[in-house]
């Protein structure tokens, strides 16, 4: 009898997806601010580098605020990513984040067989 392995709590409450959502949209800001500068963008218009920029930027901080704050342990509320960042080592937060089983706070974990929402 083989035993399966068991979902983080990240991906048994369904907000695995946000981190992706995020990682999307952080990685799109970036790619935006780095067209910036490009040269059929900074002659078209005398404002189109900054706007371009500043589009950029607020992709790339809307997407880390967004991770930062939606996701959360559905019984007390802590913001994980916020506590992996703070808590964990710098090269652990991650992988961290898509495997652990209980919330460091209020020790709530996902029953076997079953999923959130």
């Known amino acids: ?5 068991t979902p983080s709590l990240l991906s048994s ?19 935006i601010m780095y067209l910036a500068p490009q ?11 900054f706007v371009v ?8 901080i809307v997407s880390a605020l967004a991770a930062l704050y939606s996701v959360r342990c559905p019984k ?5 990513v916020r506590w992996a960042i703070g808590h964990r ?4 937060w991650l992988s961290w ?8 706070t209020c ?6 067989g079953s999923s959130a929402i």
């Open 53 to 60: 920029a500043a589009v950029g930027a607020v992709v790339a």
């Open 89 to 92: 080592p710098a090269n652990e």
């Open 13 to 31: 409450t369904r907000q695995d997806r946000f981190l992706r959502y995020a990682g999307v949209g952080l990685f799109a800001g970036v790619a």
């Open 97 to 104: 984040l898509y495997s652990f089983s209980e919330c460091p």
């Open 1 to 5: 009898m083989s035993q399966e392995p």
């Open 107 to 112: 020790g709530h974990h996902q029953p076997r």
């Open 39 to 49: 040269r059929f963008i900074a002659e078209s218009h005398p404002y189109a580098l």
């Open 76 to 80: 007390c509320g802590l913001h994980w």
